[in-house]
């Protein structure tokens, strides 16, 4: 799979799936939440009121509606509380699962945000490194990940990241 870092709005990402941020009642909130719950219009908010939820870790999928992608897969991550409560491993899961159910659905493009950095407080260089890292070692049929940043910071390590794992 080929990992990509895009600087920029991910609802605007033409992709087959888009990976949304979400929190456990998966009824929208802030950031990349909210900004995904807005663009693909009342619709995804009605869906994911038949989900049940979510649990930290896991994913569930919805259509994408008025999103460019045709899925929205909607993780929860974990919430930082300094790195002794599993949140490395809980993070892991989720990129993983968010592979795992797009995989099975045929998307082949999937875009990812930085998830668990914003209202969450994960450290962005330990998040980056652990979606980097996840991403280059879960096998899957998708062909491209896009790892989306929406500000300067995470933007330079995704691209640092990327840069230095294709050298030898």
Same mark, same amino acid.
């Given at each position: 799979m080929e990992l990509r870092a895009w600087f920029g709005d991910i609802? !605007?990402? #033409?992709? @087959?799936?888009?990976?949304?941020?979400?929190?456990?009642? =998966?009824?929208?909130?802030? %950031?990349?939440?909210?900004?995904?719950?807005?663009?693909?219009?009342?619709e995804l908010l009605e869906a994911c009121r038949t989900l049940g939820g979510c649990?930290?870790?896991?994913?569930?999928?919805?259509?994408?509606?008025?999103?460019p992608a045709r899925w929205v897969v909607h993780t929860v991550g974990p919430i930082w509380g300094g790195?002794? !409560?599993? #949140?490395? @491993?809980?993070?892991?899961?989720?990129?993983r699962?968010? =592979?795992?159910?797009?995989? %099975?659905?045929?998307?082949r493009t999937v875009a990812f945000p930085a998830v668990s950095t914003g209202v969450y407080g994960y450290p962005r260089r330990a998040a980056a490194e652990i979606?980097?890292?996840t991403l280059?070692?879960?096998p899957t049929s998708i062909d491209i990940a896009t790892l989306v940043?929406?500000?300067?910071?995470t933007y330079e390590l995704y691209r640092a990241l990327l840069d230095g794992a294709s050298r030898p």
């Open positions: 609802t !605007r990402l #033409e992709v @087959d799936a888009v990976v949304n941020a979400a929190n456990e009642t =998966l009824l929208g909130g802030g %950031g990349v939440d909210g900004a995904i719950h807005r663009a693909a219009g009342p649990a930290t870790g896991d994913a569930k999928v919805t259509d994408g509606y008025r999103l790195g002794g !409560r599993g #949140e490395a @491993d809980l993070l892991r899961r989720c990129y699962r968010c =592979l795992e159910l797009a995989d %099975g659905l045929g998307a979606a980097v890292t280059r070692t879960t940043a929406f500000d300067t910071e």
